[in-house]
């Protein structure tokens, strides 16, 4: 319960930096990160770049997020020690579903399968 309301309070612009981190320490690139989050929520660049100019939280990110895609429910594995398509609470099981995407991509996949195209 805990966990979950740390993520939910958590600001996505504190975050954003680790996953651009991650993601080009393995020699991918910002803008893959950038597709990444724009593919899970249906966010367009302009309202990704307002978000990072903001303190919103997780919650509030998901929650607002134009469209999930409806191809999130195929992203499955374990993330943090847990099942991400296990995941009861919604808030939560999406932050862990970008967190397996961005690992994916820091792992070399190709985006193509990251996107499950």
Do not use: H
């Not at 593919?39 to 978000?51: A, R």
């Not at 099942?83 to 994916?104: H, P």
């Not at 792992?107 to 195209?117: S, T």
């Amino acid at each position: 319960m805990k966990n979950k309301e740390r993520i939910y309070k958590l600001s996505f612009a504190s975050v954003y930096p680790y996953y651009v981190e991650k993601a080009e320490k393995k020699g991918r690139s910002k803008a893959e990160v950038d597709d990444i989050i724009r593919w899970l929520t249906g966010y367009s660049e302009k309202d990704l770049q307002n978000i990072l100019a903001s303190d919103m939280n997780f919650e509030t990110f998901f929650t607002q997020a134009p469209q999930i895609n409806p191809n999130a429910s195929k992203i499955t594995g374990v993330i943090c020690g847990y099942r991400v398509e296990e995941i009861e609470d919604e808030i939560v099981q999406k932050a862990r579903y970008l967190d397996k995407l961005i690992d994916e991509l820091a792992k070399g996949k190709a985006m193509e399968k990251i996107l499950r195209k």
